[in-house]
């Protein structure tokens, strides 16, 4: 199966009906994530909260509506990206994930990633952001984008924080209008990377499969 549409409607299938973890127990709907296949760009949340819980989506109560704030400044059109969580079923009272939930659900995050195989990830919260550098502080990580491999990981605040502590609503407006500029970034940094077409013996070009080099662009 090597089309991403496909993978990712394979991958929601398994989600909807998954029983792997407690959380399956205490949840209505599970909540894959929506959004392109072929994007450039993958926002990672926390898990659902109660109004995810009740339609199945990712970012619809009033984290999601500050959400679409932050994309607008962003100049990016939520269906232009692919919006998920490290967990797809809420936690119960939304409490934090347990390092085990994570665990369990990480199978399904690391199989959305490596179909969409995104240029950028902006991790939501300090879960996610814990899954890609597990040693940063929100507090000072945020806005600030690391190469992890091939990709450019920018931590970001929850947009539910903001609803919580006001102050921090200017901060991730800041963070995210500076998405364009990475983004372009990235996609430059993996076009200039991807190695020349090689001549074969039948004179067929072909690319010859090469990791991405890390390049110091920040
Ligand atoms: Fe399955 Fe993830 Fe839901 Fe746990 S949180 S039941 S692993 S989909």
């Avoid at 959004?35 to 009740?54: K, L, Q, S």
């Avoid at 993996?190 to 077409?197: D, I, L, R, V």
């Avoid at 001549?199 to 390049?215: D, F, G, I, L, R």
Wanted: charged share 25%.
């Amino acid at each position: 199966m090597n089309d991403p549409n496909e993978k990712l409607t394979e991958i929601a299938k398994q989600v909807r009906t998954c029983q792997r973890c407690a959380l399956h127990t205490t949840r209505k709907n599970s909540v894959p994530g929506e959004g392109r296949a072929n994007t450039d760009v993958m926002f990672i949340g926390e898990g659902p909260g109660y109004h995810e819980n009740e339609q199945g989506r990712p970012f619809v109560g009033q984290a999601g509506k500050f959400l679409a704030e932050l994309l607008h400044a962003a100049n990016l059109a939520r269906e232009n990206v692919f919006i998920t969580n490290v967990v797809k079923c809420r936690p119960p009272s939304n409490r934090d994930p347990e390092p085990g939930e994570l665990a369990t659900c990480n199978e399904f995050l690391e199989q959305q990633i490596e179909a969409i195989n995104p240029r950028v990830i902006v991790t939501l919260g300090r879960f996610s952001m814990g899954k890609f550098l597990p040693l940063a502080r929100i507090s000072e990580a945020h806005g600030k984008p690391v190469w992890v491999k091939d990709r450019l990981i920018v931590p970001m605040y929850h947009p539910a924080a903001a609803l919580h502590q006001p102050k921090l609503k200017p901060t991730l407006l800041h963070d995210f209008s500076c998405l364009p500029e990475v983004i372009r970034k990235a996609v430059e940094a993996h076009e200039a990377a991807k190695p020349a077409p090689v001549k074969t013996p039948e004179n067929k070009e072909s690319h010859p499969a090469e990791e991405a080099k890390q390049m110091d662009l920040f």
